[in-house]
């Protein structure tokens, strides 16, 4: 627990000392936050600093291919009515960037850490967490992270007979399996609009059967667990069947299951659900996601959608036809290079969109949409394309390094 006896020794202060002084030049260069590097570095002068910084902390881990990043802010705020907390609220969700973010929370108590999907079963064993939210499974970046079944898998072996409390999606077969092998789940009716990744069974490679919301594999006997909370309209039921109403600023469905699986990691920790869905109210934007800007006169608002999956739960967050919509896809390394995933997404529901596609990968897009008989304009640059947009809002999509791109350019 937060003040007990100084739990680091001389070695790991050093480390520490190293790896922020190391993150604050690489701040003063303009290359970023800093975080990554200075967690490498602290590291490589103490390799068990993660295990160390994590021992006097309760911490809880998320992991998810998509609303991670989200997730983690919700249950930071929620915790945050029991005690400090220190998280690594940006992004960096490897362990050097876990380790950076764990160094600057002397005070805390609890730490809530995003964990990139193929990290969790070490930074697990690492950092001994009380709480581990698993969220969903879906394929992403194809050129280098395995298929989603063996990353399912490595979380089963991961988390086999895990202390902690794990907090699991129960409409995400592949989430199901990986969890049922620890012995402590509390399971949380999410959905999943998103189905492509699991139509067999990740316990016998079966066919999945799908009736209603329900779902179950016809020959292992595999099938959806009972859950104790659920996302029900814009309620969180909790195990009482008490009905707590969701009021966030951040939009759509998914945000509202992100928030119904904090509610209950919050409950873990005895955060009562009203408390936790009221201070998760706070959070407005996460690392400029969601943000509406001014650009040209326009009103752009940035979503960010890296995978099939993600892009299918932003697509039901637009504006209705006839709002322009900016379409920005890269492929470079923290992307995945492969865009292949692209012809996993449904361009139709953009039908009576004005479409203008950017990014380093616009032709890959634009074939996409030819295919999918869409009306759309390649652009040289996001200037080009609002240029092409009347005033008022304009939706503007894009995968993660175009992202990045946007928010600089548009001053964000």
């Known amino acids: ?58 911490v809880i881990l998320v992991s998810a291919t998509n609303g991670k990043t989200t997730t983690t ?5 929620a915790l945050r009515a029991a005690g400090p907390v220190v998280s690594n609220a940006l992004g960096a969700n490897m362990p050097a960037g876990i380790t950076s973010a764990l160094a600057g929370g002397s005070d805390a108590k609890y730490g809530v850490i995003e964990v990139d999907e193929k990290y969790l079963a070490g930074v697990a064993r690492d950092t001994d967490p009380k709480c581990i939210a698993l969220l969903n499974l879906s394929r992403d970046q194809l050129d280098r992270a395995a298929e989603t079944r063996m990353l399912a898998e490595n979380w089963r072996e991961g988390l086999a007979g895990s202390k902690a409390v794990v907090v699991a999606n129960a409409d995400d077969p592949l989430v199901v399996w990986a969890a049922s092998s620890s012995p402590n789940v509390v399971w949380v009716a999410a959905g999943q609009m998103w189905k492509d990744d ?32 659920a996302l029900s309209g814009d309620h969180v039921l909790d195990p009482h069947g008490s009905a707590w109403p969701i009021h966030l600023q951040l939009p759509g469905r ?20 009203q408390v936790a869905l009221e201070r998760m109210y706070q959070v407005q934007a996460v690392a400029g996601r969601y943000d509406v800007v001014q650009f040209m006169e326009r009103d752009l608002r940035l979503l960010l959608a890296k995978n099939p999956a993600g892009w299918l739960e932003t697509f039901s967050l637009i504006d209705p036809a006839p709002a322009p919509v900016i379409l920005s896809v890269n492929a470079r390394g923290a992307d995945g290079t492969d ?3 692209l012809w996993d997404v449904d361009y139709t529901r953009l039908s009576g969109h004005p479409i203008f596609v950017i990014g380093d990968r616009k032709l890959d897009l634009a074939v996409r949409l030819e295919v999918a008989n869409q009306h759309f304009q390649v652009c040289e640059s996001v200037d080009q394309a609002v240029q092409l947009c009347p005033p008022g809002r304009i939706e503007v999509i894009a995968n993660y390094t175009a992202f990045q791109d946007l928010r600089r350019r548009v001053g964000n």
């Open 1 to 58: 627990m937060a003040g007990n006896s100084d739990p680091l020794t001389p070695r790991a202060k050093i480390a520490v000392t190293a790896g922020k002084a190391v993150a604050a030049a690489s701040r003063a260069a303009g290359r970023g936050s800093g975080s990554v590097i200075g967690g490498r570095v602290a590291l490589k002068l103490d390799p068990d600093l993660l295990a160390r910084l994590a021992q006097n902390l309760d």
């Open 254 to 273: 998914a945000n509202k299951a992100n928030a119904a699986s904090s509610a209950a990691v919050a409950a873990v920790f005895g955060v009562p659900p």
């Open 339 to 341: 865009t292949s995933w």
């Open 198 to 229: 699991a139509w067999s069974c990740p316990s016998c490679g079966g066919v999945m059967q799908r009736p209603g919301d329900d779902w179950f594999c016809g020959e292992c006997g595999f099938r959806r667990p009972q859950p104790s909370w």
């Open 73 to 77: 802010r919700l249950i930071a705020e």
